[in-house]
């Protein structure tokens, strides 16, 4: 896969991933009006589901702060051409790391440090679920793609027997811990809002966001600015290359798996220290999955992907009013959206650039120089 | 009978009942892979065909008819996956990602818009499925001790896509190494370039084998929702593509030792439903999840190089370019 060099930038990182996005929604719309429904209905509840009910916004921005991370950590690992299927396994072993330190510490320490403690667990056991897969391919040869997808089954039959026999809160039918204690967890923004004396919505929107967004931005300098970013950009590009410049293929293969790992796993600390306050069952729900399609759309850059996260976001928080409005659209349905995505900006992404080369020859260019 | 042979016998029976989509899955992506084309999407193939299946045999009546329409289903996702990784060279583990994705989205879409079932589609009646065939001579065999009881409860009494999927391994084994076609399949799978000088078209070659493993996703989906269940029900494939695939990579892409890892992912899903809440002497309870997640271990360990080495295909998700 690569971009286009006879169209400019503009064309090939912002016209064409739109065109892309733009087919993917047309032939949802096909499958609406197949149903029997008018798409154009749809989208506008959709609209109104993310952004205009109150705390809908809310709602929004807190998935998004789920896709931010998973997203980031497929998108750190393709920049070292890995693929990494395992965002998924590794935001819910990433819940145990939080669920552990606060079931542990949250007794006998301040409230505070153990959030503090908490989000270290997850990075660090997201991080661990990344680095099996990582040793395996850059020591063993085992493909990324196959150990990670196994490394999610595992995982989910791990949290299942711990959840199910071990951390169980006693006396209680639900696989779900105990609730940690009150001082411990990330804050509401409506919660912090009252305090500066401002009134919005209830919403489950958290401290989480703030640290998705530092996270980006953090991400944006360890790839373009730092010695590390430049050998996996390099690893990504040619690992022969890399090997010639002396970079250590293996070791950065490795360290990419652990921070991606632990990218994903700080998806437990929006779900679990944000909103849920304990460890429990299927608490990731496909955003690991989902991360995929972020990567893929924001183009493994962190603006690209917060756009994309907003984007998957708002489609989440509006496939939730489909149920209300619509008697034969479910909420659902943003997962066929979500597959059309995929399939139109990940393995078709580069359709649309001969034609839209030709286009742009044919207006702008010559064809001697092309 | 003895009570521990009563018990072995019915564990191989239920072994047999969990491998057979794993069979037809893990053929399908031997027909794929060893062309090159890695295939994720066995899952959703699985997903998708179940549904037709079950859909159009609840609208037609004839089960014959839900199993075409579901070999066509899984041809189309086949196809689509075709066209974005043969033809426009795209990724194949994202469009194998996308096909997986967009059958969980579209099955419980169009199920709840058919039929306002949450998802599910309504039960189909024992006539409109494929139900299990009982060989002849039963009596007269049951009297033979050990092999007659097999013969019995093992062998006889399933339904006709048990049976097919044993001839589907036999079938890929001929295919692939005793046809002059799977000699080119598995040379376009190793080295794409070669073939490609020979004057065989490469992209004909893949479109071929990717369809065939359309076909053979297709039957696992037909099993799933109109032989073995009465009907589909959302995410009823439940990871088994997966598990076929991790059986494909343990038989290190051969027909014969794949079928055997099926077999063996299929006793272990069954001994792990039968062990559960047992005591066993020395070990104590083992987990069901234990159970659960030695598949996936077992293939890691495998592709870790620790028991024998798992060799892909040379050419093996590298789309295949003219110009190289």
């Given at each position: 896969?690569?971009?286009?060099?006879?169209?400019?930038?503009?064309?090939?990182?912002?016209?064409?991933?739109?065109?892309?996005?733009?087919?993917?929604?047309?032939?949802?719309?096909?499958?609406?009006?197949?149903?029997?429904?008018?798409?154009?209905?749809?989208?506008?509840?959709?609209?109104?589901?993310?952004?205009?009910?109150?705390?809908?916004?809310?709602?929004?921005?807190?998935?998004?702060?789920?896709?931010?991370?998973?997203?980031?950590?497929?998108?750190?690992?393709?920049?070292?051409?890995?693929?990494?299927?395992?965002?998924?396994?590794?935001?819910?072993?990433?819940?145990?790391?939080?669920?552990?330190?606060?079931?542990?510490?949250?007794?006998?320490?301040?409230?505070?440090?153990?959030?503090?403690?908490?989000?270290?667990?997850?990075?660090?056991?997201?991080?661990?679920?990344?680095?099996?897969?990582?040793?395996?391919?850059?020591?063993?040869?085992?493909?990324?793609?196959?150990?990670?997808?196994?490394?999610?089954?595992?995982?989910?039959?791990?949290?299942?027997?711990?959840?199910?026999?071990?951390?169980?809160?006693?006396?209680?039918?639900?696989?779900?811990?105990?609730?940690?204690?009150?001082?411990?967890?990330?804050?509401?923004?409506?919660?912090?809002?009252?305090?500066?004396?401002?009134?919005?919505?209830?919403?489950?929107?958290?401290?989480?966001?703030?640290?998705?967004?530092?996270?980006?931005?953090?991400?944006?300098?360890?790839?373009?600015?730092?010695?590390?970013?430049?050998?996996?950009?390099?690893?990504?590009?040619?690992?022969?290359?890399?090997?010639?410049?002396?970079?250590?293929?293996?070791?950065?293969?490795?360290?990419?798996m652990a921070i991606s790992g632990g990218l994903a796993g700080l998806v437990a600390i929006n779900e679990l220290l944000g909103v849920h306050n304990k460890l429990l069952l299927g608490f990731t729900a496909g955003?690991?999955?989902?991360?995929?399609?972020?990567?893929?759309?924001?183009?493994?850059?962190?603006?690209?992907?917060?756009?994309?996260?907003?984007?998957?976001?708002?489609?989440?928080?509006?496939?939730?009013?489909?149920?209300?409005?619509?008697?034969?659209?479910?909420?659902?349905?943003?997962?066929?959206?979500?597959?059309?995505?995929?399939?139109?900006?990940?393995?078709?992404?580069?359709?649309?650039?001969?034609?839209?080369?030709?286009?742009?020859?044919?207006?702008?260019?010559?064809?001697?120089?092309? | 009978?003895?009570?521990?042979?009563?018990?072995?016998?019915?564990?191989?029976?239920?072994?047999?009942?969990?491998?057979?989509?794993?069979?037809?899955?893990?053929?399908?992506?031997?027909?794929?892979?060893?062309?090159?084309?890695?295939?994720?999407?066995?899952?959703?193939?699985?997903?998708?065909?179940?549904?037709?299946?079950?859909?159009?045999?609840?609208?037609?009546?004839?089960?014959?008819?839900?199993?075409?329409?579901?070999?066509?289903?899984?041809?189309?996702?086949?196809?689509?996956?075709?066209?974005?990784?043969?033809?426009?060279?795209?990724?194949?583990?994202?469009?194998?990602?996308?096909?997986?994705?967009?059958?969980?989205?579209?099955?419980?879409?169009?199920?709840?818009?058919?039929?306002?079932?949450?998802?599910?589609?309504?039960?189909?009646?024992?006539?409109?499925?494929?139900?299990?065939?009982?060989?002849?001579?039963?009596?007269?065999?049951?009297?033979?001790?050990?092999?007659?009881?097999?013969?019995?409860?093992?062998?006889?009494?399933?339904?006709?896509?048990?049976?097919?999927?044993?001839?589907?391994?036999?079938?890929?084994?001929?295919?692939?190494?005793?046809?002059?076609?799977?000699?080119?399949?598995?040379?376009?799978?190793?080295?794409?370039?070669?073939?490609?000088?020979?004057?065989?078209?490469?992209?004909?070659?893949?479109?071929?084998?990717?369809?065939?493993?359309?076909?053979?996703?297709?039957?696992?989906?037909?099993?799933?929702?109109?032989?073995?269940?009465?009907?589909?029900?959302?995410?009823?494939?439940?990871?088994?593509?997966?598990?076929?695939?991790?059986?494909?990579?343990?038989?290190?892409?051969?027909?014969?030792?794949?079928?055997?890892?099926?077999?063996?992912?299929?006793?272990?899903?069954?001994?792990?439903?039968?062990?559960?809440?047992?005591?066993?002497?020395?070990?104590?309870?083992?987990?069901?999840?234990?159970?659960?997640?030695?598949?996936?271990?077992?293939?890691?360990?495998?592709?870790?190089?620790?028991?024998?080495?798992?060799?892909?295909?040379?050419?093996?998700?590298?789309?295949?370019?003219?110009?190289?």
């Amino acid at each position: 896969m690569s971009d286009s060099n006879i169209i400019p930038k503009w064309l090939s990182v912002g016209l064409i991933p739109l065109m892309n996005l733009f087919l993917a929604f047309c032939v949802s719309g096909l499958f609406i009006l197949f149903i029997g429904e008018n798409p154009f209905r749809a989208i506008s509840v959709m609209i109104k589901g993310a952004f205009y009910y109150p705390g809908a916004i809310g709602y929004t921005l807190y998935y998004t702060t789920n896709f931010i991370f998973t997203g980031l950590a497929v998108a750190l690992a393709f920049h070292a051409r890995l693929f990494n299927i395992g965002g998924e396994g590794q935001a819910y072993v990433g819940g145990l790391g939080v669920g552990l330190v606060c079931l542990v510490f949250d007794q006998h320490v301040v409230g505070f440090l153990v959030t503090i403690l908490a989000i270290l667990g997850s990075v660090i056991f997201g991080a661990i679920w990344g680095i099996i897969p990582g040793y395996l391919q850059a020591k063993r040869g085992s493909h990324i793609v196959i150990t990670t997808i196994m490394f999610n089954f595992i995982a989910a039959a791990l949290m299942v027997y711990l959840l199910v026999n071990v951390i169980i809160e006693p006396g209680q039918m639900s696989p779900e811990t105990r609730d940690f204690a009150s001082g411990v967890g990330l804050v509401q923004i409506h919660i912090l809002a009252k305090y500066l004396g401002l009134d919005i919505a209830m919403s489950p929107l958290n401290l989480s966001f703030i640290v998705a967004l530092t996270v980006s931005v953090g991400f944006w300098f360890l790839v373009w600015r730092t010695k590390f970013g430049y050998e996996a950009r390099s690893l990504g590009h040619s690992e022969t290359a890399a090997i010639y410049a002396g970079i250590k293929v293996s070791s950065t293969i490795i360290i990419v798996m652990a921070i991606s790992g632990g990218l994903a796993g700080l998806v437990a600390i929006n779900e679990l220290l944000g909103v849920h306050n304990k460890l429990l069952l299927g608490f990731t729900a496909g955003y690991g999955f989902t991360g995929i399609a972020v990567a893929l759309m924001g183009r493994n850059h962190p603006f690209g992907i917060f756009l994309a996260s907003l984007l998957f976001g708002a489609l989440y928080q509006g496939g939730t009013e489909l149920d209300f409005e619509f008697s034969s659209i479910t909420r659902e349905m943003v997962l066929l959206i979500q597959g059309l995505i995929i399939l139109f900006s990940g393995a078709l992404a580069y359709m649309l650039n001969p034609l839209v080369e030709r286009a742009y020859l044919k207006y702008y260019g010559n064809y001697s120089s092309a | 009978m003895p009570e521990s042979f009563q018990l072995i016998i019915s564990l191989l029976d239920s072994t047999i009942r969990i491998a057979t989509p794993l069979i037809f899955c893990a053929m399908a992506g031997i027909f794929s892979e060893r062309s090159g084309i890695i295939d994720i999407g066995l899952e959703g193939k699985m997903l998708l065909s179940a549904f037709v299946a079950a859909t159009a045999t609840f609208l037609t009546g004839s089960p014959i008819l839900g199993l075409f329409a579901a070999i066509l289903a899984s041809c189309g996702a086949s196809f689509i996956h075709g066209f974005a990784c043969i033809t426009n060279r795209g990724d194949q583990v994202i469009s194998g990602l996308a096909i997986n994705i967009l059958a969980s989205g579209l099955t419980i879409t169009l199920g709840i818009a058919l039929f306002s079932r949450g998802g599910q589609t309504p039960p189909l009646a024992s006539e409109q499925r494929f139900m299990p065939i009982e060989f002849p001579f039963l009596d007269e065999m049951s009297y033979v001790p050990v092999l007659g009881d097999l013969f019995v409860e093992v062998i006889s009494g399933h339904n006709i896509l048990v049976y097919l999927s044993v001839l589907a391994v036999f079938f890929t084994y001929y295919v692939i190494f005793k046809t002059r076609f799977g000699l080119r399949l598995r040379a376009v799978g190793e080295k794409p370039e070669a073939v490609d000088t020979a004057g065989i078209s490469v992209i004909k070659l893949r479109y071929q084998s990717i369809l065939i493993a359309g076909m053979l996703c297709g039957l696992a989906g037909a099993y799933l929702s109109i032989a073995h269940g009465a009907g589909f029900g959302r995410e009823m494939s439940a990871g088994k593509g997966y598990i076929a695939l991790a059986a494909m990579i343990f038989g290190k892409w051969n027909p014969i030792p794949t079928l055997f890892a099926c077999l063996l992912f299929g006793f272990l899903e069954a001994l792990g439903v039968r062990l559960e809440g047992v005591e066993l002497m020395w070990i104590g309870e083992v987990p069901v999840q234990v159970m659960q997640a030695l598949p996936y271990v077992l293939t890691v360990v495998l592709l870790a190089g620790f028991i024998g080495k798992a060799r892909a295909p040379g050419a093996i998700g590298v789309p295949y370019s003219k110009e190289g």
